[in-house]
T-cell receptor, first 113, second 113 residues
Framework: DGGITQSPKYLFRKEGQNVTLSCEQN?????MYWYRQDPGQGLRLIYY???????QKGDIAEGYSVSREKKESFPLTVTSAQKNPTAFYLC????????????FGDGTRLSIL | KQEVTQIPAALSVPEGENLVLNCSFT??????LQWFRQDPGKGLTSLLL?????REQTSGRLNASLDKSSGRSTLYIAASQPGDSATYLC????????????FGKGTHLIIQP
């Protein structure tokens, strides 16, 4: 979706390093989400935020952290505590009311060096 | 807990054929169902969104149907083209869980020229 920008497209992490994935949207959507996609496992929810300055853990939040200081931005930090970070990370947004469906960015592929 | 199953997991057909992808879900109390397309290394592109009160939605050569009572949705692709080759994901919004969304694992579609 053109309204959601994820960067970088590819990211490499050294052991013990924290890395931050960016997600910016210009759709004026209230809710933002981070998913992790692994081969054969489908999408799993990491964190989500319904409004600015508030966010909640998803199904696999351990080893990750987020912030939501602006409506347009929802960065995800993969910490050194996440022992298996290699995956494809997808950011999504949704308008209030949750009846118009989710919109996704183009993803960031994170690999271990 | 909602479970979503997509059959087949992979499908290869000659160009020009009409084809049907299937999605089944275990809990019929849903808000909507969304079909996505994912190209290799890319994010999810929304194809069709069907609200719980609707029976079908159409966009170009795509038609998605919804039968809540039987817990099924189908995505019909008419006159398939090589450019339709991608993974197709079904996502059910049932209000449960943090984001209310449960994804299937997808159908990997190859259209042979």
């Amino acid at each position: 979706d053109g309204g959601i920008t994820q960067s970088p497209k590819y990211l490499f992490r050294k052991e013990g390093q924290n890395v931050t994935l960016s997600c910016e949207q210009n759709l004026n959507h209230d809710a933002m989400y981070w998913y992790r996609q692994d081969p054969g496992q489908g999408l799993r929810l990491i964190y989500y935020s319904q409004i600015v300055n508030d966010f909640q853990k998803g199904d696999i939040a351990e080893g990750y952290s987020v912030s939501r200081e602006k409506k347009e931005s929802f960065p995800l930090t993969v910490t050194s505590a996440q022992k298996n970070p290699t995956a494809f990370y997808l950011c999504a947004t949704e308008s209030k009311g949750r009846n118009l469906g989710k919109h996704f960015g183009d993803g960031t592929r994170l690999s271990i060096l | 807990k909602q479970e979503v199953t997509q059959i087949p997991a992979a499908l290869s057909v000659p160009e020009g054929e009409n084809l049907v992808l299937n999605c089944s879900f275990t809990d019929s109390a849903i808000y909507n169902l969304q079909w996505f397309r994912q190209d290799p290394g890319k994010g999810l592109t929304s194809l069709l969104l069907i609200q719980s009160s609707q029976r079908e939605q159409t966009s170009g050569r795509l038609n998605a149907s919804l039968d809540k009572s039987s817990g099924r949705s189908t995505l019909y692709i008419a006159a398939s083209q090589p450019g339709d080759s991608a993974t197709y994901l079904c996502a059910v919004h049932s209000g449960g869980g943090a984001d209310g969304l449960t994804f299937g694992k997808g159908t990997h579609l190859i259209i042979q020229p």
